[in-house]
Structures are given as structure tokens and as C-alpha cells.
């Protein structure tokens, strides 16, 4: 357990909020989200496949300016009677604070050990798509653009061999060629028919009690890149890209960032029980795992961590992107501070993430949550033993969430207690997915959680603070902008942030970029580095709304 330093470096996550800063409050089933996300046993977890939990993403899929909702769902072990087999589901935001499930009408039924999702509009044509990892096939579903989808996986070359594990994924133009590749990670070689049973071996065992076996002992799984060929199909480049080249990790989530700023998205994945991941986009189509050199492989103790989820964002105000990442229980998560010199400092502690240790943690987003312009963060928890109940091993199977103020001066305070009976509730939660539902401002969550319906969570609080948010549309770059770096000036302020598909723990989040402004009225400024290497400007921009920027429609 790392909890040696000092009870100074928490400073952060003492301190007590004055007055109640958000209250969040779960309305899943008056807002319609009532099927639950089906996860292997409910008491009990044989195998490791029935442990790791789905992902959820918020996009909107028919292009009506309304953020939607698809929440990834699995299945058991035992399988199911024909007909009775659980969905993936998809919700449509019906724009009055409800939503409908559109899955059949959609064409989105499918069943399976599903995992992660992204979203990306791969051929351009104006409708984002969906990409969805299962233990077994991956799908692509091509987003028809009148509220349908159609399956493209084995067309489009993306289903992977059927005997990968795939986990969290992301759309990236890792070579901007104004085309969406994708980027998949995948956890381990897993046999089901030779499947061990808790206690067999010593890496089954758990605080003394049989438990699940894995990660550690199981082969583990490589990861895959695929480039598009534009054409509706994509090629396997993980060999010439040199992804191939990180053996030995048990990869989940998966997030994209130009942390360098030289204009090339790089990868960051989060690795189970073993070192994280930094890919760094060499600009000749290859990758090299910078990880250990730039100090976000491992903790401050040099110790390596079980990753799960991870997010981005400029946390203190320095222009640059840092790295967020959730880690198993009786260990804290990491917090990695981008130097700007292509290294990272694990300021876990002096940030105030030091004292919770005691929790599993899953999905995690910055988000502002009271726009006071400076990233909050949300972490959501659930352990992989139901036996930590029974045993009292020190956790819980079911947790709350972890809901962090940013006290603008590089450090949090932890304000879940008062966050609200939504972060208070408990549940074992696994995928996160942030958003402004009813664009209004105001940005709301999505939580997948294990044998249970999902979760929305609202924020009841309202203040007067302004906020600002940004849709991308590509031109020469991909239709929709991500990897494009969005840079703003208010005030004494200056706010960035990338476009990005993936992050969190196998989710995605509304891909508009969203800025809390605090008291300023007025933007100053606004600039966008396409991934096509156009820089512009765009100007008078009001706050408090929506502002879709299309490439080449600004100012140089």
C-alpha cells in the first residue's frame, strides 16, 4: 500500500468545500436508461472474463445537435435460453430530459462479451460510426445516416482473428492523411476452455482467499493498429508501425494526446498489472514506446501499477496535457504532470490523490463541473472479488464514486461527501462517459455498471458562471476534427484542449470540447491546429453557447 508521504502533500484532499460546489443526483430511470448491463455472475466471479465490465459513449449518431447514448453491455458465462440473450443499447435523446431505446430500430442488437467502444466518422461522410472490442470479434458499425447501422467488421478488415480480447479502442489520424485509423488494445490470451479455477495456482489467490485467476499468469495479448485505406476498409499496420514492439503488458484503456505539442497524436494505454504505454508518433508512420524514459510507465516509487481507466486534460493551467490514471485498490491513482521537455512528474500526491487507497477504480473524466474554468475530475469505482465482502478484506464489491474540486492552484479537494446522493450511491461501475446531454452547459455522466442499469448522473447545481463549447468539422482533416488542438484566451486566461475519441475506461465522451469560464464574459481569442497543419482563428464567439468551427472558415 503507498501511503508513506506526508500528510502535508494531501493538503488538498483535507481541506472541506465551504458550500456545496455540485449535487449530483442519478435520474437513469426517469430518463428511460432501465435495461441493465449484463457482466457474468452476480455473486460470484469464476473467471477473469467476467470481471473487467463495458464501456459507454455518448455521441450524437443522427446529427440532431443532441448528444446520445450507447452503453455496451456482455453476458454470462452459462449463456443464455435463445431469445433471452442480453443487447448493447442505444438511447435517443428525445431533447426533454428523457430518452428512447432505438437498438432494434438501429440495427445495434448484438450479444457477446463486449467491452470497450469509440466513435469516429471513418469515411467522412458526416455520420459518426461505431467501433465496439468483445472478447472474440470486434464490430464496426457504419452509421447509414438515417438512424440505422449496418455491421462492416469483416468488410472493412476490422474484427479482428475472433480469439483476441479487445478492450479500449480509439480513432486517431496517427499519419494525417485526413482519414481515421484505429487503434485497439487488447488484454490477454484467453482460453475459456482452459480456464483455471480460483486458488489453482498461487496468481489465483488474493489477500490468502481463492480467487479469479489473472491477469498475472496469463498469456498476454498484442496490440493492433489499423490504418484506413479510405476506400471503406482498413489494413493491419501493427508490425510496420512498430506497435508490435510492447510485449508483455495487459492492455485496457486507451487515450490519444499530442504530448509533445509537435502536431503527431500520440497513444497513451493503460496497462493492467503492468507498466503503462506512450507510443510516440515518430511522423514516419511508426511508434516508439517512450513510456519509462518520459516517467509515465511507473509511480514515483518506480513501481509498477494495475492501470485501468485514464484522462486528459491541463490540469493547472500550464498549456500543456496531463495524464490521469486509475489503478486497482490498496494503491492510489496517478496523476502524471506534463513537464513540456516530453517528460511527466508523478505529482499524485502534492495534486491531493494520495488518501484514497482503499478503492478499485474504473472510468475517469476531467470535467468542469461548476465552470469555473478549471478541469474537475470524476473517478468511478467497483472491485473485481465479490469476495472482499464476505472475506472483509478491506473493500467493497459495490463503491461510490470519487468526485474531486480543482482548487485552481494545482492541488483537488475531495468533495464527494457532499457531491451528491450520485457519487455517494454505491455500485461496481466500470465505464464513464461525460457530456453536455441538453446543451446547456451543464456537463452530465454516464456510468456502466456490473448486473445493474446504467447511470446519469446530473448536476441539480446551477451558478453564474459562463462556459463555452466547440464542435470541429473537418475539411482536409477528418470530418470530425479529432486530433485537433483548440487553444483559448479569456481574460488573464489561457485553455486548451485536443478532440479526441477513446480515454476514460473503454469509453467515449462527447467529442465537443467544453471550457468553463468563471466569471468572464467575453472570449478573446480562439485558435484551432487542424490535424492537417492549418492553424486559424475565429472570432467573436458568445459565451454560453454551442460553436461549431469548420476548418478553413477562419482567420490565418
Not at 468488410?155 to 479500449?168: D, E, F, L, S, Y
Not at 492552484?409 to 462517459?433: E, Q
Not at 463549447?469 to 486548451?496: C, E, L, P, Y
Amino acid at each position: 500500500m503507498h501511503i508513506s508521504k506526508s500528510a502535508s502533500q494531501n493538503a488538498g484532499a483535507q481541506s472541506k468545500a465551504t458550500a456545496p460546489i455540485a449535487h449530483f443526483t442519478d435520474i437513469a430511470a426517469k430518463a428511460g436508461l432501465t435495461a441493465p448491463v449484463i457482466f457474468g455472475g452476480e455473486n460470484t466471479k469464476k473467471y477473469i472474463i467476467e470481471t473487467t465490465g463495458t464501456g459507454v459513449a455518448i455521441f450524437d449518431y443522427d446529427n440532431d445537435g443532441w448528444p446520445d447514448i450507447f452503453i455496451v453491455n456482455g453476458t454470462k458465462v452459462e449463456g443464455f435460453a435463445p431469445g433471452k440473450a442480453p443487447t448493447s443499447h442505444l438511447y435517443h435523446n428525445n431533447h426533454d430530459g428523457t430518452f428512447t431505446d432505438v437498438t432494434e430500430k438501429a440495427g445495434l442488437r448484438h450479444t457477446g462479451w463486449g467491452q470497450g467502444v469509440c466513435v469516429g466518422d471513418y469515411d467522412n461522410d458526416g455520420f459518426e460510426d461505431l467501433y465496439v472490442t468483445y472478447y472474440g470479434k470486434n464490430v464496426l458499425y457504419h452509421n447509414n445516416g438515417k438512424g440505422s447501422f449496418t455491421d462492416v467488421s469483416e468488410k472493412a478488415g476490422v474484427a479482428g482473428n475472433g480469439k483476441t480480447w479487445g478492450t479500449g479502442c480509439a480513432f486517431v489520424d496517427y499519419d494525417r492523411d485526413g482519414k481515421l485509423d484505429l487503434m485497439v488494445a487488447n488484454y490477454v490470451d484467453y482460453d475459456a476452455a482452459m480456464a483455471l479455477a480460483p486458488g489453482e495456482r498461487p496468481s489465483c489467490m488474493w489477500k490468502g482467499v481463492p480467487v479469479m485467476c489473472g491477469p498475472r499468469g496469463l498469456p498476454w495479448s498484442k496490440n493492433i493498429l489499423y490504418r484506413n485505406l479510405g476506400n471503406g476498409t482498413f489494413e493491419d499496420v501493427t508490425k510496420n508501425a512498430k506497435i508490435d514492439q510492447t510485449n508483455g503488458h495487459y492492455a485496457f484503456s486507451v487515450s490519444t494526446l499530442d504530448y509533445d505539442d509537435d502536431g503527431w497524436p500520440d497513444i497513451y494505454v493503460a496497462c493492467d498489472s503492468t507498466a503503462s504505454i506512450l507510443y510516440h508518433n515518430n511522423h514516419d508512420g511508426t511508434f516508439t514506446d517512450v513510456a519509462v524514459i518520459s516517467g509515465a510507465a511507473f509511480n514515483d516509487d518506480g513501481r509498477e501499477q494495475a492501470g485501468m481507466g485514464s484522462a486528459l486534460a491541463d490540469y493547472d493551467g500550464d498549456g500543456r496535457l496531463d495524464i490521469f490514471k486509475t489503478n486497482f485498490s490498496d494503491d492510489t491513482s496517478t496523476l502524471y504532470h506534463n513537464n513540456g521537455d516530453g517528460t511527466f512528474d508523478d505529482k499524485t500526491f502534492p495534486a491531493g490523490f494520495g488518501l484514497n487507497t482503499q478503492y478499485l477504480g474504473w472510468g475517469t473524466m476531467f470535467l468542469d463541473i461548476d465552470n469555473d474554468g478549471w478541469p474537475d475530475l470524476l473517478l468511478v469505482n467497483g472491485h473485481v472479488y465479490p469476495e472482499v465482502d464476505s472475506q472483509h478484506l478491506g473493500s467493497n464489491f459495490h463503491e461510490p464514486k470519487i468526485l474531486y474540486h480543482n482548487n485552481g492552484n494545482g492541488t483537488f479537494t475531495d468533495i464527494s461527501a457532499n457531491g451528491g446522493p450520485g457519487i455517494t450511491a454505491v455500485s461496481s461501475s466500470r465505464g464513464l462517459a461525460i457530456g453536455d446531454l441538453w446543451n446547456d452547459g451543464r456537463m452530465s455522466a454516464v456510468i456502466s455498471n456490473m448486473n445493474a442499469p446504467a447511470m446519469l448522473l446530473v448536476n441539480d447545481l446551477r451558478n453564474g458562471n459562463h462556459w463555452i463549447a466547440f464542435r470541429t468539422v473537418g475539411t482536409k482533416s477528418n470530418r470530425d476534427g479529432i486530433g485537433a488542438k483548440i487553444t483559448m484566451r479569456a481574460g488573464a486566461r489561457t485553455f486548451v484542449d485536443e478532440v479526441r475519441s477513446g480515454s476514460s475506461y473503454d469509453s467515449n465522451s462527447d467529442t465537443r470540447v467544453h471550457f468553463g469560464l468563471g466569471t468572464a464574459a467575453k472570449i478573446d481569442s480562439v485558435q484551432v491546429r487542424w490535424p492537417s497543419g492549418l492553424v486559424e482563428n475565429f472570432d467573436n464567439l458568445a459565451v454560453d453557447s454551442i460553436h461549431t468551427l469548420r476548418e478553413a472558415s477562419g482567420s490565418s
